[in-house]
């Protein structure tokens, strides 16, 4: 089992910077892909970028691919999501989620999930 501990949202301006961390228990990280999602005040919780267990693997959205980066660092049991280019529609809340095995890109398909972080971008 794994617990996940979101850090690193804020008020920001579109076309600024921000770096999600996400902290994970237990000594079985590297067994777990992890991801970020986001919800937005009255959407449904949608994907945004995941890495798999070793790092090699990325998968990203296509609202996010170019101006997000997400990565992971084994060591520190932490997976980050860098976000560039910030702009008003990516406000939501930003949720971490781990699953054992393989990187997918649908809620359902993970089993732990943090209490998330605001990230507000105002134009």
């Known amino acids: 089992q794994v617990q996940l501990g979101e850090s690193g949202g804020g008020l920001v301006q579109a076309g600024d910077s921000l770096r999600l961390s996400c902290a994970a228990s237990g000594r079985t990280f590297t067994s777990y892909a992890m991801a970020w999602f986001r919800q937005a005040p009255g959407k449904e919780r949608e994907f945004v970028a995941a890495i798999s267990s070793s790092g090699g693997g990325t998968r990203y959205s296509d609202s996010v691919k170019g101006r997000f980066t997400i990565s992971r660092d084994n060591a520190k049991n932490t997976v980050y999501l860098q976000m560039n280019s910030l702009k008003p529609e990516d406000t939501a809340v930003y949720y971490c989620?781990?699953?054992?095995?393989?990187?997918?890109?649908?809620?359902?398909?993970?089993?732990?999930w943090g209490q998330g972080t605001q990230v507000t971008v105002s134009s």
């Open positions: 989620a781990a699953r054992w095995s393989g990187v997918v890109a649908y809620t359902g398909g993970y089993n732990y």
